[in-house]
């Protein structure tokens, strides 16, 4: 009898023993699913028993064919029975939906191209309890809704490749048997960066590589893999053939079997009957290798799927299921909750947008206290459409979604939420304008002003932002050390514009237009390597200022300038020379150029992981000033040790010294420039240890105007769990928050939507990222929705006219009361109704006479009326069975963003 060796657990032999009874007393063979350790202990036992083992399907695409035979040698390496997929027969309806339960994990390598319909195809595969392993950068190339939606899916995606090979490291918080399995087989791969998408998704391994980016990232129903899994360049056979041992072992689906000839999965679209009852289709809990033990506290193991539901024969699959019976995968409590949540909130964005396109487009404009007499005499003649057709599919089709889900009718509640998410999407105003007054800024990136030669190119820029709607322009005026002017604080202008001056061409084009142009500054991030690869210069040339003053770099522990992974050098925040520098060099700005305002960019030290002492800022000012204070040189201590909190604290503390500097030197100077920063969403405890940047203190000691989280996310849902925190944080001071939108792969819908909820919140407004990545579609939205044209073009801009700006947004609430109220749709007592409309005129009144006269006495008393009126305003909502709760939180919002626009007017 012909015998291999395979690595198992000891305990596998033991269940095997004992499951091959069960099957033979069952009177038939069946595939086993088995959890199998790699490279613990070396057994035989006879490969007869594994030959109706399960398959794994592996799909074969134009992306991976150069790569096909060394992608061969891994499967052959890891010993997997498994079958091969086309990816042009992955669609709906295709064999990919009639495979038998022997294949029940797809591996899809580096198949970067797929199509709406494989997506779909694959979602469907997921739902009915199949299993997806992804590699490299599947999906990078497909259409930019495709990979919105293979994202959520997926619960990751490939961001980036890494410059440099790095190396793999397990989570800390995975138990310790896990942690040894996994750095048994980890590597030094030329590897990817992954982003985790969702709260399902769980980092299982990093790359030892500035700020430890996502390696290898799971969930229930997929695993990816950051790097070109099955590519001799990138990774050895046995690393990559080891991983998917292991990772197969995750989905309770490892098969390792002899070398089998592969076929097509074709042969395995065949029915298959339910195994005997005696024969236990689950995994031995008490023999999973991973792990093995409960976890201790605050320690996380690799999540196990639960055990996949075997395929009915096809005579029942042709059997519709009893609505009182569950169908489909289940989905978890979790899950649950999380799809209920992001589809009500859609469609009260879906409802809100309408409603304020409804307000704006002057189908009524009358106060709401006039509405109120109107209403109150029955003398309505005023028809106001709300498009309450769409609106009222789009609550039947949320009504019908909570129903499949109370029947369990899982499959078809997926596939519902999806197809109501895409009604909604489809259907989205973007054709209405909308009167909400905010701010609306555009970073206008170096890239794009470079590729202009003359004032004339830039013009055709501003034309576009101007045509958009947009109000401000944050304009990059200083990029690792170079500014884009010719400067005589700095050594050299950027070679890219020298001959011409970019920043007095965009100012003055800005101010023509109506628009700010705020400076957008580099501060101590001072070299990129990928810069001096573009201007043909040594890959570790430290830039002009640093050249100069090499005393004046930070570095890691060793004395390395530059970041392994984003290849930057920064400067000593610590040092005082370069502070002095860095204030001359803004206040040359601020001086020469009629500039709204000034942003600091990389205001904040590198990226670093305590956790593998990756850490940096051991300039040779900073460790002088820490070594005086505490008679320690902090390049002697390490994370665990005691100093270690105070050496994380000094370090922010010269970041917010510097802040505070600037706003006094602004303050004294320049006292129409505002101040604004871009800054990291992180937690506060997280973003103190990796980056020292401590924007709260910022905020709470009025050195900033204006505040820009860069809260990027591909999702509406993500971008909530992002501003949210942030915004409430914000209520009640004096700085308006702009939260930043990364338009890069963002499809155009999902750009509207996350604008919208900026609107529904008590956001200032928001800005994009960036200019280059301005779509037409895009653009022609927003020339649509808030272009400037009639009543929009005096439209106030809220970080210059708060006041202004408070009374409008207050008249766009009155009109969105109007209408619903004229359509009868608040549902409220004449008495409640009448009490809201004198409250409502009074608090007009009061901002109005704000907005006119800016006095002291005038804006004590419109604070002290929206205090009162946000104080009643429970009542009203209360008393309303027409107002959503949704709705009336946005209203909450928008009185609580008025609140801000009055207290930033009184600082300002």
Same mark, same amino acid.
């Given at each position: 009898m012909s015998k291999r060796s395979l690595s198992v657990s000891p305990q596998f032999v033991k269940f095997w023993n004992k499951t091959i009874k069960t099957v033979k007393q069952g009177g038939r063979l069946r595939s086993l699913v088995a959890s199998i350790a790699v490279g613990v202990t070396l057994i035989t036992f006879p490969l007869e028993a594994l030959a109706q083992a399960n398959r794994v399907g592996v799909v074969r695409s134009r992306d991976n064919a150069q790569q096909w035979d060394e992608i061969v040698k891994r499967l052959q390496a890891a010993r997997l029975n498994y079958c091969i997929l086309d990816l042009q027969d992955v669609r709906p309806g295709s064999e990919l939906e009639q495979l038998g339960s022997e294949v029940s994990v797809l591996l899809l390598p580096n198949v970067e191209t797929l199509t709406g319909l494989q997506v779909m195809a694959l979602e469907s595969w997921l739902t009915r309890g199949g299993a997806a392993i992804i590699t490299g950068p599947t999906g990078s190339l497909s259409q930019p809704q495709v990979r919105s939606e293979l994202r959520s899916l997926l619960g990751a995606y490939w961001g980036f490749p890494? #410059?440099?090979? /790095?190396? +793999?490291?397990p989570n800390p918080t995975l138990n310790s048997q896990t942690q040894q399995q996994l750095q048994r087989i980890s590597s030094t791969l030329q590897g990817?960066?992954?982003?985790?998408?969702?709260?399902? #998704? @769980?980092?299982?391994?990093?790359?030892?590589? $500035? %700020?430890?980016?996502?390696?290898?990232?799971? $969930?229930d129903d997929t695993t990816f893999i950051g790097w070109r899994w099955g590519v001799d360049r990138v990774a050895p056979v046995n690393v990559d053939a080891n991983w998917l041992q292991l990772l197969l072992s995750r989905h309770g689906q490892f098969t390792a079997t002899a070398s089998l000839a592969p076929q097509s999965c074709e042969e395995d679209a065949v029915a298959t009957p339910e195994p005997p009852p005696s024969v236990s289709q689950g995994r031995p809990t008490q023999e999973t290798p991973l792990p093995s033990r409960r976890p201790r506290t605050g320690e996380t193991t690799l999540p196990r799927r639960p055990p996949l539901p075997r395929r009915p024969p096809q005579q029942q699959q042709r059997t519709q299921p009893q609505p009182s019976r569950p169908s489909g995968r289940p989905l978890s409590s979790r899950q649950i909750q999380q799809m209920r949540q992001e589809l009500e909130r859609l469609v009260g964005r879906y409802e809100s947008a309408l409603l304020?396109?409804?307000? =704006?487009? %002057?189908?009524?404009?009358? =106060? *709401?206290? &006039?509405?109120?007499?109107? =209403? +109150?005499?029955? =003398? $309505?003649?005023?028809?106001? #459409?709300? @498009?309450?057709?769409?609106?009222?599919?789009?609550?039947?089709?949320? /009504?019908? *979604? $909570?129903?499949?889900? /109370?029947?369990?009718?899982? &499959? @078809?509640?997926?596939?519902?939420?999806l197809q109501t998410r895409n009604f909604i999407w489809n259907n989205y105003p973007t054709d209405q304008g909308v009167n909400y007054p905010e701010t609306r800024a555009m970073w206008l990136d170096r890239g794009t002003i470079v590729r202009t030669k003359s004032e004339r190119d830039l013009a055709r820029i501003f034309n576009r932002l101007a045509n958009a709607g947009i109000n401000t322009v944050f304009f990059e005026t200083v990029n690792a050390s170079y500014p884009i002017y010719p400067s005589e604080v700095a050594p050299?202008?950027?070679p890219m514009t020298q001959g011409w001056d970019p920043l007095e061409a965009a100012v003055k084009l800005a101010h023509e237009r109506g628009m700010e142009l705020h400076a957008w500054v580099w501060i101590f991030a001072a070299a990129n390597q990928r810069h001096n690869t573009i201007l043909g210069l040594p890959r570790d040339y430290l830039g002009p200022v640093l050249t100069q003053n090499p005393h004046w770099a930070g570095t890691d522990r060793q004395g390395n300038p530059f970041q392994r992974n984003t290849r930057k050098a920064f400067f000593d925040p610590a040092n005082e020379e370069v502070q002095i520098y860095l204030r001359s060099l803004i206040n040359e700005i601020a001086t020469r150029y009629d500039v709204d305002g000034i942003q600091l960019d990389y205001i904040r030290y590198p990226f670093q992981d305590p956790r593998v002492d990756l850490t940096y800022g051991f300039g040779l000012a900073g460790r002088r000033e820490f070594r005086r204070a505490t008679g320690v040189d902090p390049v002697d201590i390490r994370p665990s040790d005691r100093l270690w909190r105070q050496w994380t604290l000094f370090r922010a503390q010269q970041v917010t010294e510097f802040v505070a500097s600037v706003s006094d030197l602004l303050e004294e100077n320049h006292p129409d420039v505002l101040l604004s920063a871009a800054v990291f969403p992180i937690p506060p405890q997280q973003r103190m240890g990796r980056i020292q940047q401590h924007w709260e203190a910022w905020v709470d000691q009025d050195y900033l105007d204006l505040l820009v989280p860069m809260t990027y996310a591909n999702s509406t849902q993500e971008f909530q769990q992002l501003t949210d925190p942030l915004l409430r944080g914000g209520q009640g001071q004096g700085t308006i928050f702009l939260p930043g939108i990364r338009l890069l792969s963002l499809p155009t819908v999902v750009a509207v939507d996350q604008m919208q909820h900026l609107r529904d919140s008590s956001s200032g407004g928001y800005a994009l990222f960036a200019a280059e990545n301005l779509s037409l579609n895009l653009q022609n939205i927003l020339e649509d929705t808030q272009g400037r044209r009639g009543e929009n073009r005096d439209e106030p801009i809220a970080h210059r006219q708060p006041l202004k700006t408070a009374r409008d947004r207050y008249n766009t609430l009155q009109r969105e009361w109007a209408v619903l109220l004229l359509n009868d749709s608040l549902q409220m007592d004449d008495s409640l109704i009448e009490d809201w409309g004198k409250q409502a005129q009074s608090l007009e009144i009061a901002l109005s006479e704000l907005a006119d006269d800016p006095s002291g006495s005038n804006l004590r008393q419109a604070m002290a009326q929206l205090r009162s009126f946000r104080e009643q305003f429970d009542r009203w909502m209360q008393g309303s069975s027409g107002v959503t709760p949704y709705q009336a939180q946005v209203w909450h919002n928008r009185l609580a963003s008025i609140a801000t626009l009055l207290q930033y007017g009184e600082k300002n």
């Open positions: 890494l #410059s440099n090979p /790095a190396t +793999l490291e990817g960066v992954l982003i985790p998408v969702g709260e399902e #998704s @769980q980092v299982v391994a990093s790359w030892q590589a $500035n %700020g430890t980016p996502a390696a290898v990232i799971i $969930n304020t396109a409804t307000a =704006s487009n %002057g189908e009524t404009s009358m =106060s *709401f206290a &006039d509405a109120v007499t109107q =209403s +109150l005499n029955r =003398s $309505n003649t005023v028809e106001v #459409s709300i @498009q309450e057709s769409k609106l009222s599919q789009a609550r039947q089709e949320l /009504a019908t *979604f $909570n129903q499949l889900l /109370a029947q369990q009718q899982y &499959d @078809q509640a997926r596939a519902h939420w050299e202008q950027n």
